[in-house]
Structure formats: structure tokens, C-alpha cells
């Protein structure tokens, strides 16, 4: 085994005095920064993972009495004040309104219906009714469609050809094949919803009875993802005429890509529209991170386009982006975390006023959460902005001061150098402060990815970019994942795809999707 040799050191002897606070400093500097890279991959691997500020302590800086003014609000009558003990909390009440209900009765026999008082008859009061729930175990069946055939006898006997006709069936999306909608719509959904890599669904099935290989439950699957190309082709054209969307991306592992090793990381790229409805998410599968796949898949789009500081969105010619501020956030969260305790307790930190003019740009956002757009700008004009002026003002004071390697110094960077994208959610009411909706969409990705670690073939990984899409859109539209997919591959093959009042019908925001394939809470609304 190779032992890597140790750098030569330098000869100081000679060294001014001056060259020696230098690299003094020098290598203080640098102790600093890997003492925090350190500090930080401990608390990230053995602390608490969530991001949480106490909220107590940041309510007694930045002007209290302008956050929590509200002209608007009455003033208190005197009352007299009361204590009320509160409640032990209950157990939570599941919602069964939506199940299908089977009642068993059970009733006396006729000769156990005599009062064993009087003698006399007793009639019926009631019921006294106990519920459980049923679970009825997954089965396969085994379907025929047996279309009926019909000659002409006399043709037949007397002609010299017999004409046959047919009756009629719907055409099979899967032509040839075992599969039916409701069995590859299962596979798709226990895949990509819930995270159930293909040879534990192949394990499951057999438990069934039937055995059907990973190889085909994947054909099958490739083969449904032409009919769903369709729908998200026609997503995508509606998400590109929108004023506002988020994007993000993360990494997936394509085994067999031509010309590039296994190991190599692909890229799974995320678009998806804002808070106004209806919603669409789309994912694309691109073997690199270039700015030139969100160039193409952006090329008609106009408008404002949510992301973080990754410059592969810089250069796309019809957007305005805007900076997400909870990346900024995490950045000062980190700078606090490795801290030392007594300090992160003091709160008195630069990191720690980082921190709390992002926590007091949040808590106005909240505040502003249920107005209308025009609202909310207003909202932003009178409370954001002045809070921004106040931040860029302490920026521009700190960023002089701080080390640029050490974490501080990396998030007071990172907020000088997208400061014009941070302040652009104050231009429009429809904006958001954050880029959180395009990370709360690509997460089951991430954590599905957990379960099946790679895609097998580029096929398989624009297959899975174009399932997710229909899945996590029918999620967003509050449908039922495995009811949309069924529906759709037994509509699909059975009308004019070229037709678009058709193909309009099949989206997931249709009124006739909603009411077929709805989720049940969404139905019992």
C-alpha cells in the first residue's frame, strides 16, 4: 500500500516578521474554515436536521410594534378574564366517510324474544353498532374479451366468399400483451408514488400466483409511457404559456448511457407553474447539468422563472429569474450551527442577524399568505422592501469584515451576488420569497430514488421523467395517481389524440377527470 509522502515545509528562517503574521493569518484562516466544514458535516450527520429558529428570541428585534401593527383590528372591550382548563387531547377521528360500508346484523332468535319479566313480545329499539375496518387482500384475474363472431349462412352455402363480422370492443392500449390499464397503472403507481422498487413488486405478484419478470413489468411500462407522452406533451405546452414556474434539478444514475461510465451522474430537471392553478409538474431527463437543456425546454416561455443561484439558468433568453431566499436562509442557518454553544445560546452574532432579517422577511410572507396578488405586492411595498433596505445596508457593513472562505462569508456572498434576484418577488404579487414548491416536487423523486438507486437505460429514465410528470400532476390536482393512469390508458388508445377538444378531456384539471378520478377526500368535498 502507497503512503502519500507529506509536502515539504516551507524554510522560515529567513521570513520577515510582516511574512510571518501573513501566513500566520493565512493558516488561521484556513483552521477556521475546516473547523466549520467539520462542525458542520457532524451536526448534518448526527444533529437534528430541521432548520427552525427560536421564534421567541427574533420577536424582540427589528421594529415589533411595525410587524404586529394592524390598523385595521378593533380595539378590546374590558372583560372580565376567565381560566379555562383545557381539554386532554383525543384521539385523532379518521374521516370514513369515503369507504365502501358492509353492515353484518345480527338479530335474537324468535324464541329469545320474550321478556324474561312479563313474558310479553319485545319489539325492536335499535341497534347497538360496533365498527372495524376490512382489508380485502390484492388479487390477479384473469380477463377474456371474447368479441362474438357472425357469418352469413346463406353466403356462406352459396357465395363464393362469407362476409364476418365482428363485434365491437375497445381498443387495447396494450395490444398482444397480458397487461391491462389497471395492472400496469398498479406497477406504475406502486413504482412511482410509492417507492416500490420493480423485483419487490416481482416478489409480490408471485405471492399472487403469478410470475411476470422485472424485464416485462419494465416493457410495460416503457409502453405506457408512450400513451402518457401524449398528455405530457400537451402539458408542456400549456406550462410554457404561463407567467410564473419554478425548476430545479438533482442527479440520477443511468447504468447504460452510450459512451460514459456507469458512475456518471445524469440529471433529472424539474419545471413546474406557481400558485396559481391549475397545477402542472414536469420532469426531464438530461445526461448533463448544461444550461443549453432548461434553454430548450424554457424556448417559448416568457415570463418570471423561479431557481436558485445555479448560473445554467442565467443565460434563458425570455426569463426574469427570481432568487429563492430559504437558500439564503440554510446559508445563515449553517454559519449559526457551528457556532459554539455559549455563542449560538448569546445570539448576538452576525450569523445570528443574517438569520433574523430572513426570519422577518418570512414572517411578513406569512402574514400575506391568504391576500389577493395585488395584496400582497402592496403588502411587500410597505413591509419587504423597507426590511430589504435595512439588510443590504448591514451587507454591504459585514461582508468587509467577515472571511470569504468561512461560512458566514459564503452566505454574506452568496446574498450580495443574487441580492437583484432576491428583491424581484417585490414586482409582482404572484411571486413567491422562496423556491420551495419546485423542491416540495422533485423530493419524492429524491426519496423514491432511495429505493431503486438508478435507471437502468436512458429509455427507462425519460419513461420514468414522463410517469413522475403524470403522477406528480395528478397528486397537485388532487387526483387518485392509479385511477388517473388507468383511466387514461383506457381512453387513450379509443380517441383522435390530434384532437385537442379531445385530448382537453384527459388533463388532470378536466371537470370529467376529476369526477372519475378523483381522490376520495376530493370527492366526499
Known amino acids: 500500500m502507497k503512503t502519500q509522502k507529506p509536502e515539504p515545509q516551507p524554510d522560515v528562517s529567513d521570513w520577515s516578521r510582516e511574512d510571518l503574521t501573513h501566513e500566520y493569518l493565512r493558516a488561521w484562516s484556513e483552521i477556521q474554515r475546516l473547523k466549520e466544514k467539520l462542525g458542520l458535516a457532524n451536526r448534518r450527520m448526527f444533529g437534528a436536521s430541521s432548520e427552525a429558529a427560536p421564534t421567541a428570541q427574533f420577536a424582540l428585534v427589528f421594529d415589533e410594534a411595525e410587524l404586529e401593527a394592524s390598523p385595521e383590528a378593533p380595539e378590546p372591550e374590558l372583560e372580565t378574564i376567565t381560566y379555562t382548563r383545557a381539554r386532554a387531547p383525543r384521539q385523532r ?50 380477463v377474456k374479451h371474447c368479441r362474438e363472431k357472425f357469418a352469413c349462412r346463406h353466403c356462406q352455402q352459396n357465395e363464393r366468399s362469407t362476409p364476418i363480422r365482428i363485434a365491437p370492443a375497445p381498443v387495447p ?40 419478470s422485472r424485464q416485462t413489468m419494465a416493457n410495460w411500462m416503457i409502453a405506457g409511457s408512450r400513451w402518457l407522452q401524449i398528455v405530457y406533451d400537451a ?38 407553474t ?36 445555479y448560473s445554467g439558468y442565467h443565460d434563458l433568453p425570455g426569463a426574469t429569474l427570481c432568487g429563492c431566499w430559504a437558500h439564503v436562509r440554510r446559508k445563515f442557518v449553517d454559519a449559526v450551527n457551528v457556532q459554539p454553544k455559549d455563542a449560538r445560546k448569546a445570539g448576538q452574532s452576525a450569523s445570528h442577524k443574517g ?37 443590504r445596508e448591514w451587507l454591504d457593513q459585514t461582508a468587509r469584515q467577515a472571511s470569504p472562505k468561512s461560512l458566514l462569508g459564503s452566505a454574506l456572498t452568496y446574498c450580495v451576488n443574487q441580492w437583484p434576484k432576491l428583491c424581484r418577488f417585490l414586482e409582482d404579487g404572484r411571486l413567491e420569497i422562496d423556491n420551495n414548491r419546485a423542491e416540495r416536487s422533485i423530493k419524492p423523486f429524491v426519496i ?78
Request: aromatic share 8%; hydrophobic share 35%; charged share 25%.
Open 173 to 212: 392500449a396494450f395490444p398482444g400483451s397480458l397487461a391491462s390499464p389497471s395492472i400496469v397503472a398498479s406497477i406504475m403507481d406502486r413504482k412511482f408514488v410509492e417507492g416500490m422498487p420493480l423485483y419487490r413488486q416481482q416478489q409480490s405478484l408471485a405471492r399472487l400466483g403469478v410470475d411476470i
Open 235 to 272: 402539458m408542456r405546452e400549456r406550462l410554457v404559456e404561463r407567467d410564473v414556474l419554478h425548476a430545479d434539478e438533482t442527479t440520477v444514475q443511468v447504468l447504460r448511457e452510450a459512451e460514459r461510465a456507469a458512475q456518471t451522474q445524469s440529471y433529472m430537471w424539474l419545471y413546474r
Open 448 to 525: 423514491g430514488r432511495k429505493n431503486w438507486l438508478f435507471a437502468n437505460t436512458p429509455k427507462g429514465a425519460t419513461a420514468s421523467a414522463v410517469t413522475y410528470s403524470i403522477v406528480e400532476t395528478a397528486k397537485e390536482n388532487g387526483l387518485n395517481p392509479a385511477a388517473y393512469l388507468q383511466h387514461l390508458f383506457e381512453q387513450l388508445p379509443n380517441i383522435d389524440i390530434h384532437d385537442p377538444r379531445q385530448l382537453d378531456q384527459l388533463l388532470p384539471w378536466s371537470e370529467v377527470v376529476k369526477e372519475r378520478c378523483a381522490a376520495p377526500a376530493n370527492k366526499r368535498a
Open 93 to 142: 377521528t379518521l374521516d370514513l366517510g369515503t369507504l365502501p360500508v358492509e353492515e353484518i346484523e345480527y338479530t335474537l332468535p324468535e324464541g329469545d324474544r320474550a321478556c324474561p319479566q312479563c313474558s310479553g313480545e319485545m319489539h325492536s329499539i335499535g341497534h347497538d353498532v360496533r365498527q372495524e375496518l376490512k382489508r380485502i387482500p390484492a388479487s390477479i384475474t384473469l
Open 355 to 391: 438569520l433574523e432579517f430572513c426570519n422577518r422577511l418570512f414572517g411578513i410572507e406569512r402574514g400575506l399568505h391568504d391576500v389577493t396578488p395585488d395584496g400582497r405586492r402592496a403588502g411587500r411595498q410597505l413591509h419587504s422592501r423597507k426590511a430589504l433596505d435595512q439588510m
Open 274 to 309: 406557481g400558485r396559481d392553478g391549475p397545477h402542472i409538474v414536469l420532469f426531464d431527463y438530461q445526461t448533463t447539468r448544461s444550461g443549453e437543456h432548461p434553454r430548450r425546454f424554457l424556448e417559448r416561455f416568457t415570463g418570471y422563472l423561479h431557481a436558485d443561484g
